[in-house]
């Protein structure tokens, strides 16, 4: 007996949320059975999860804030890098680019910051994280156009490389280091908190940071230049067939070189937004977005709508899980992590089952069409 | 794919029983405890699950001083661990214990320093407390950290005294970093001017890991010191006992620090330089009590901004001496530890203490001399600076050789 996968042909919308829905239910189901088994009631760890710690919290609006710093920067990265994937360029290097855009803005805003009004040094500090993260990345992009090198490997390498630069920049006391305290005896990131910060738009307590609106407006830029700019089909295109783009007298090259371009520059802009709201560099400033947005990306189909909806709920597992991992003593945010992945390797399973179906390969070369 | 989804659909259905039944059961058991009121939070570097290294210590510390004060730390402690040193993330740990209704904040690594600092601005009503930092203000935010230096040097005069009885002068020692922190600059200084005490013709050479954790490269240091420079006791400051282990593999001894690490090393491990965090943690959470709301009084409650406990106050020790010390090694330790106990004498003065192989302990006024020849302090001089030892020490002291 023998089976094989077989592209499913289409999966009505209903039959696609019961899939990821089922696939949620069974991570929880998994994670509710560790947490009994470390003594935890699973409903009291999920209640809290699902509000991050929200219900009862005498300042449940910075529970709020917090939960949006963390969205911010995965949705923008998200978007950024389907653009790439959708092009099947293969960008996993969004973690350097990132890095490098972080420092370009915390250069901007260490250097200019005190002689420039605020709003000024926060319009350079996204231009030069843009310029230095698209930089980074249609660096890789040039080279597999030129040489044909694999852009896969050549991205998370290079991710390693800008970790290194910073964790170097965060280590080094030195006179020329102008990212550290000068002061400090121990090595620790100068803060720029004083000299650019992203404005809040107060509404009661709450402080909504402008970066939010700018991440939505930039999502519904990006979602109407793939959907209904001659260069967003261009990029389809490439992406379904460059062979097909060059016969049809597409400029493959140029197309690949633009749209990395604009996918690490979107990057760039992402960090930019998260250093602007932190005031300050550290060695964990991506937190993981890099990686946590191929995954945001790929389950939201390259959808631009779709990402904004997903980002907002990994992120919400994100905060919801660190939350409430808080007050229980037994569980720590390993726990966390890890149904967190548990989640997204069933979803993506769900996925797989939405796409495809498996079925049995009968002698005569038939299948029977059970699914 | 019926068949998948009817099993999927039991294991959803068998959770909801099964949390239901628990929840009652968790009611019950919960109420009735009558405990002190203070909630306690705390953000870490690493999990509180861990079971060895820094935050094993710091948590074990805090949970042992609230058991001390009869607080329940399964209610009334609240954790974000696995935060990295990174200010936002910091910022919003903060915000979710301070959510719990957290009355004193506890931080545990140093590159917390300016999110506690801030955090302490915009939250006047919490105390927050930072280990190993030193920024501090004068109502509720203060830093803590101890005279390690004190127990470094008794852990000195055992492996000195090893030294003289195995006639092997040369000591090791895997160092996180060496100059670059005053806390490892002083903790090399300190083992070192012990050995000296007992062993006046000791070197010490010290590997630098350029790490605070670093397991392969620990054990691999330890390993070169023994063959490359004929260690035969071997020091540490790091966090796993890999550098004990490759002494006992070797043949020689060692000195630990942080646990008592002879478990680990059972024919090589003489004595560790120990924290114990908790004489800390319950004297911060009492004061915390004794403020009785009033967040602003806790650093004048405390004594002052910076609390820097050492042996007198049980903060730091040495574990119980192995049987593979030396003759009259702990004699020795005895005495000196008295010493620093009331007073009477510190490490880094222009005073030298000389061990006799019989544990008698003489002293003599000496000048305390880097090992470049400057002369840090005068024959007969008092101790440097509490300033200098947790902040600006960045030297190591004659007779150390970094390598």
Redesign the interface.
Known sequence: MSFHVVKREACPLWKKACFYL?AV??A??LG??LL?AMGV????YYSRMFTM?MVG????Y??FE?YL?VFVPLALTSVALSLAFKMRFWNIGGEGQFIMGAIAAATVALKLGSSLPNAVTLILMCLAAMLAAGLYGVFVAALKVKFGTNETLMTLMLNYVALYILAFLGDR?ADWNFFLQAES??P??Q?FADVAAFPKIMLGKFGLNLCVLLTFAVGAVIFVYLKYTKQGYEISVVGDSAGTAHYAGMKVNTIVLRTVFLSACLIGLAAAF?VG????L????T?DVGWTGIIVAWLSQLNTAVIFVVSALISMLHYGS??A???F??V???FANMLQGVILFLVLTADFFIRFRIVRTQKGGKDNGN? | ?KKF?AL?MA??M??SL???G??GS?SASGSGAETAELTVGAIYIN???DTAGYTFAHHNGIVNGMKKLGLD??KQ??????V??????VL??V???????ADIIFGIS??Y??AMEEAAGLYPEVIFSHGTGYKSNETNFNNYFGRAYQARYLAGIAAGLKSLETGNNNVGYVAAYTT???ETASGINGFALGVQAANPDAKVYVKNLGNWADEVNEKAYAEELINTFGCGVISQHCDSAQPQIAAENAGVFGCGYNSDMTGDAPKAHLTAAIWNWDVYYATAMQAAMDCAGDASKFVETMGGPAYYGGLKEGFVDVSPLSANCAANTDKAIEAVKAMMVNGEWDVFTGVKLSIAADGTVTSADAALVDNAGNEIVAAGGPSVEDGVIT??M?YLVAGVEEV
């Open positions: 089922l239910l069974a929880l189901t509710g059975l009994l009631n699973p409903l009291a710690g919290n005498k300042i449940a910075k529970a917090n710093k006391k005896v121990r620790v990131f803060s998260k709201t932190a005031g300050v550290s060695t964990a400033i937190d660190v939350a991992a808080a007050s003593s037994r720590d945010s390993s699914g | 794919m989804l999927v294991m959803a068998t959770l099964v949390a239901c628990n929840a968790g999990s509180k699950n730390p399964d402690l609240f954790i974000v661990d696995e990295p040193e990174d200010k936002q993330q919003a740990a915000d979710t214990l301070v959510g719990q209704g140093f590159g320093i300016d670059a922190y005053a902040g600006s960045n």
